[in-house]
């Protein structure tokens, strides 16, 4: 029997942030200079995190995306990969990575059963990439880019976050650099949520404003056809040329009610959703000694119960500003994207 929350939407999905760490500051997600970091000791084994995927497995989980943080700065991130990938419910493995350590680490990745990439690549231009990201290794993330397409990743896909003033200008330019590389361009309407304390709804280039932009350089895109996962994120688009890209419109037309997603943290705590207040700890019982039936009797109570819409509820929100100020960050860094998985 599925398990579906109460409008009816199944538990298919499982974003496991691996670790609250980064390389980089992104402005829009770390824009602080120090942060609550999640003690080391409540950071879950790769062990560990494999047996709360099994958990989820058994209540209907079929994919399963590694995220953070930067989830490369975990080592031998492979071990977990092999893990999760011998599951036999588990149809898909995929990562979410900023790239910089990824040139390094792709073989192994590939090797040990990860199916699918997706590279943050929010600029091209060095100097951008130093101011937003605080970080002089923009040559790193192209590298691993490129070494990830070379380890046998086909279908990569490249995640911009369109922020109105920083990277707009650059639209068909990141197309372009998709299509030479033979990856998928997926632009991301800037969210209000987690680090983002600098949000505001003029920094937001919406979904009809960047189809706008590529139309005019391209003419118009249109919606793929082809089978496409009710539940996914991205609207897919092909444009004159053959071209495809991605729009996620998080921000201005929300998915909520196809959201098949939880989110589990680097320390065990369960989310079902990415504005949650509340999430459930499932580290403690874990390292207590619940059986798997246990755990599944948790998470299948607490599945049962939701009816989360957090990026839809926000809609309604009158003068709309950043969901979170840092005092409240610092105060739980379990609300912060970084601690929570993008
Ligand atoms: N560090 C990895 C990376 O950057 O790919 C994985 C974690 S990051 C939190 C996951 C995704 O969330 C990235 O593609 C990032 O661009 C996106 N993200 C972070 N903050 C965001 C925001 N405020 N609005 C929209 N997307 C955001
Ligand atoms: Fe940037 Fe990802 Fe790090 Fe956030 S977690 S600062 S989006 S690289
Ligand atoms: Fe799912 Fe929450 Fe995001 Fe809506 S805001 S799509 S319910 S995670």
Redesign the pocket.
């Known amino acids: 029997m599925v398990l579906a929350d109460r409008l009816g939407r199944p538990l298919a999905s499982l974003r496991l ?1 691996v670790t609250d760490r ?1 390389n ?1 500051r ?1 402005r ?2 770390m824009p602080g200079d120090d942060y609550v970091w999640l003690p080391r000791a409540s950071i879950l084994s790769f062990e560990e995190a494999d047996r709360l995927i099994g958990v989820f497995a058994r209540l209907g989980v079929r994919k399963v995306r590694l ?5 490369l700065l975990r080592q031998q991130l492979e071990h977990l990969v092999r893990l999760v990938a011998s599951r036999r419910e588990i149809a898909d493995v995929a990562l ?4 910089v350590l990824l040139a390094r680490t792709a073989g192994r990745l590939r090797e040990a059963g990860l199916h699918r990439v ?3 690549l ?1 600029t091209l231009k060095p100097e951008r990439f130093r101011a937003f990201a605080k970080s002089e290794r923009h040559a790193d993330v192209l590298a691993g880019i490129a070494v990830a397409r070379q380890a046998g990743f086909a279908n990569l896909k490249l ?3 369109v922020i109105r003033g920083f990277n707009d200008d650059e639209l068909c330019d990141l197309i372009e650099y998709g299509r030479a590389n033979e990856a998928e361009v997926r632009f ?9 304390t600098g ?1 505001s709804t003029d920094l937001v280039v919406a979904r009809r404003e960047i189809l706008g932009v590529l139309a005019r350089k391209y003419g118009p895109a249109k919606p793929a056809t082809g089978a496409k996962d009710p539940a996914a994120p991205a609207d897919q688009f092909v444009l004159p040329d053959g071209t495809r890209f991605g729009i996620i419109a ?2 201005t037309e929300p998915f909520c009610r196809t959201c098949d997603r939880a989110r589990l943290t680097a320390d065990g705590v369960f989310y079902r959703c990415l504005y949650a207040e509340d999430g459930l700890d499932l580290r403690a019982p874990l390292r207590a000694g619940a059986s798997d039936e246990q755990l599944a009797a948790m998470i299948t109570h607490r599945w049962r119960e939701r009816t989360d819409r957090g990026a839809e509820l926000r809609l309604a929100v009158p003068e709309r500003g950043a969901l979170y100020q840092l005092a409240a960050l610092r105060a739980d860094p379990h609300r912060e ?2 601690t929570r ?2």
């Open positions: 942030s980064c980089l992104c829009y997600c995220t953070g943080g930067e989830p979410t990575t900023n790239g997706t590279v943050s929010d995640n911009t976050v991301i309407e800037y969210m209000d949520v987690g680090g983002a949000w998080s921000t994207m970084h998985g993008g």
